[in-house]
């Protein structure tokens, strides 16, 4: 499917590897229209960032979940069109439910925005009512 997008979480065991250069295993994930459709674990082969960045890449994946990652396999995945997002703990499907909420909802930021664009919209709605139930009474 052309929506579908493949998530790569860099792991130790079950959970986000503390460090990417370090990880045991990537966890796949094809996600289709905000669901997690297929799930794979690859193991870390150790091949040199822009080796492994190519593979991923083969493998479609297109963001890849870290706790901490080194500049050079950083490079390496976004030569190679692979969005990198960094901070993240807890276990790989987790992670990944995260990754998709806010990729689904919009960023923080977005979100406050569209808060405050909703209490202003309803203050202005309420404004005016009662403007209009005033003007009428007198």
């Given at each position: 499917?052309?929506?579908?997008?493949?998530?790569?979480?860099?792991?130790?065991?079950?959970?986000?590897?503390?460090?990417?250069?370090?990880s045991?295993?990537?966890?796949?994930?094809?996600?289709?229209?905000?669901?997690?459709?297929?799930?794979?674990?690859?193991?870390?082969?150790?091949?040199?960032?822009?080796?492994?960045?190519?593979?991923?890449?083969?493998?479609?994946v297109?963001?890849?979940?870290?706790?901490?990652?080194?500049?050079?396999?950083?490079?390496?995945?976004?030569?190679?069109?692979?969005?990198?997002?960094?901070?993240?703990?807890?276990?790989?499907?987790?992670?990944?439910?995260?990754?998709?909420?806010?990729?689904l909802?919009?960023?923080?930021?977005?979100?406050e925005?569209r808060?405050?664009?909703?209490?202003?919209?309803?203050?202005?709605?309420?404004?005016?009512?009662?403007?209009?139930?005033?003007?009428?009474?007198?």
């Amino acid at each position: 499917r052309e929506d579908a997008m493949r998530i790569a979480v860099a792991c130790q065991g079950l959970d986000v590897a503390p460090r990417f250069a370090r990880s045991s295993s990537f966890m796949c994930y094809r996600v289709d229209r905000g669901m997690f459709a297929d799930c794979q674990n690859m193991p870390n082969l150790s091949f040199p960032p822009a080796q492994l960045a190519q593979v991923l890449k083969d493998l479609d994946v297109s963001v890849m979940i870290v706790n901490r990652i080194d500049p050079t396999s950083e490079t390496a995945l976004k030569a190679a069109g692979i969005e990198v997002q960094a901070g993240y703990t807890g276990t790989a499907s987790a992670a990944a439910r995260t990754y998709i909420g806010r990729t689904l909802s919009g960023t923080h930021e977005e979100l406050e925005h569209r808060k405050r664009f909703r209490r202003y919209a309803i203050a202005w709605h309420v404004e005016s009512a009662l403007g209009r139930f005033f003007v009428s009474a007198a």
